[in-house]
Each structure stands twice: as structure tokens, then as C-alpha cells.
């Protein structure tokens, strides 16, 4: 399982640093992605990073903004957001996919083994 944190209310311009903390076992065998989701609209991938971190992909919204980093002897994920404006806000789901190639990473839900319950994240002044 993977479970999300550090959401909530930030003003336009600010920061948050959101977490994903996995109880998986050999947490080095996932990519890792974070998606984000509006209500009517569909999940959207945002950003990835492939199990040994050396990887990472960007949605063209948020590439140089967001940055995505891993921990894997923690178990963690983290996704550092700067610059926030009010059309990020939405539930940020962070989702964990198995795989052999340690240098990939996805952008899509296919294949997801595992998502967490999602956190919101809300931009407004």
C-alpha cells in the first residue's frame, strides 16, 4: 500500500512538499507516479521516477515546478511543489507499478499495482 501526505491549503506562488510512504516489500522494485485528478475530469499523470531514482518525467503543466524525488530506504516518495497556482488544486493520488527495468518510469495507470486514497491539494487565495 502507499499512502499520501502533506496536502492542504496554500496561497497562489506558494509550497508544498507532498509524501507518499509505501508498505511494500522491496520498495526499489516500483516506479513510482503521481497523478492528479479534478472533479469531471480524468486522472492525469503528472510525474514519475523510476525505481532507482535516476529517471523522472514531468507533465508539460507542471515541468519546472514540480520536482519528484525517492527514498527508497525510507520507502518514501516526495513531490516538491513550487509555484503553485490555483489550477493545481485537485486530489493528488500517488501510485506504485512493479517493474524489471530500474531506469523506466510511466505516466499512465496501466499497469498500476498499487494507489493510494489520495490527498487534496487546494491553491486559492
Known amino acids: 500500500q502507499v499512502v499520501e501526505s502533506g496536502g492542504g491549503l496554500v496561497q497562489p506562488g506558494g509550497s508544498l512538499r507532498l509524501s507518499c510512504q509505501a508498505s511494500?516489500?522491496?520498495?526499489?522494485?516500483?516506479?513510482i507516479t503521481w497523478f492528479r485528478q479534478v472533479p469531471g475530469k480524468e486522472r492525469e499523470g503528472i510525474s514519475c521516477?523510476?525505481?532507482?531514482?535516476?529517471?523522472?518525467n514531468y507533465a508539460q503543466a507542471v515541468k519546472g515546478r514540480f520536482t519528484v524525488s525517492r527514498d527508497n530506504a525510507e520507502k518514501k516518495t516526495f513531490l516538491q511543489m513550487n509555484s503553485l497556482e490555483p489550477e493545481d488544486t485537485a486530489v493528488y493520488y500517488c501510485?506504485?507499478?512493479?517493474?524489471?527495468?530500474?531506469?523506466?518510469?510511466?505516466?499512465?495507470?496501466?499497469?498500476?499495482?498499487?494507489w493510494g486514497r489520495g490527498i487534496q491539494v487546494t491553491v486559492s487565495s
Open positions: 501510485a506504485a507499478r512493479s517493474t524489471f527495468v530500474p531506469t523506466m518510469c510511466f505516466m499512465s495507470s496501466k499497469g498500476v499495482g498499487f
Open positions: 511494500v516489500d522491496d520498495f526499489s522494485y516500483y516506479a
Open positions: 521516477i523510476s525505481r532507482n531514482g535516476t529517471n523522472t
